[in-house]
């Protein structure tokens, strides 16, 4: 297998990171999504890599010129996206930047000190985990799962958004530890929104149509930020200048030493029990239940859902899964959309139970091969290659 390789990609001018959502209408406003999918980095880096080597790219399109490694748009080839995350430099090195996982709630404590502490002081912030627990009985629910997230509380806090879990924060959070409010950074740390007007144009006579102006929400970087990414099965050069997003804006890409979070995947073999971390938006057959999942069964409430991929066996228990999100992006190769599918957001967490002599070579697997069937059809293919079903797996705490 070749190694991974990291880069840090910088914007040099602000992004348009448009989702799925239409606008255009007059007085419209069209809302940048951050982070963007890891498909940017997949069609950025393969567009710079065979611009690089000369490849003709609409002979390329049309699969007549396929590529050892990017094979063709319909039948791609070694290259991968592994991660990508939003990034920082930090004390020299490049620091990878995540959504909370959906097990943690970061809060204000509601007490007398928030109370009489000054107006422009930045409020404390404590962050709290949720453990899964069986219903109370006699509590009558609807979840096809014999545990429920639950978060315990000893006082009340208000609930803060708009927060993002720093490398070393997800470390801690990997070791089955609760990491510490330094370890989140605020959206306004990492980037700003940078509204632009905008102005319909008459496709035949390329002039201004008239009322119908819309507002496009651009990303401005602050200094030091940006997105790390990882490849595997790709010869990428130490530096790339990029297209990113809309209008193709100008970044860079270069090699850089980056600290992934890892999790020590021996101790959660020997504990037999793991949760189960999305790091990228899963599209999912069965919904929210990730791949290697058996539909619901009739015991599934009582006992859990099957689990079986890449060598990991095991049930998954208990599930904290936010709002479903929807993915699609455009074709360019085809010069059409791409189909929308409904997926789970990065931040997703499930509670597993292992099979008994579970190794931690098969999690190994399962981390790097991520939440994608062993004989993925040409759909999953693409989407395998673009990044998406990334997955780490962390210790299940004992205590919140």
Known sequence: MTAAISHFIQPLDVLFLRGNRLFGAAGSYGEALVPPWPSLAAGSLRSALLAREGVDLGEFARGHAPHPELGTPADPGSFTVEAFQLAREHDGRIEPLYPLPADLSAQVPNDEDAQTRESSDPPPLELRRSLPAAPAAGLENSHPLPYVPVLPETRRGKPVGGLWLTGRGLADWLAGDLPQPDALLRTAEIWAPDPRIGIALNPATRSAEDAHLFTAQAVAMREGTGFVSRV????????LALR??????????????VDWPEPDLEAIARSGRARLLLTTPGLFAHGWLPTGTAAPADDSASRGAAFSLHGVEGRIVAAAVPRTEVISGWDLASNRPKPAHPAVPAGAVYWLELAPGTTAEALQRLATEGLWPADCNDEEATRRAEGFNRCLLATWPETA
Not at 244 to 257: C, E, F, M, P, Y
């Open 232 to 239: 595997r099965g790709a010869t990428l050069p130490e530096s």
């Open 244 to 257: 990113l997003g809309g209008d193709g804006r100008a970044a860079s890409a270069r090699q850089r030493a």
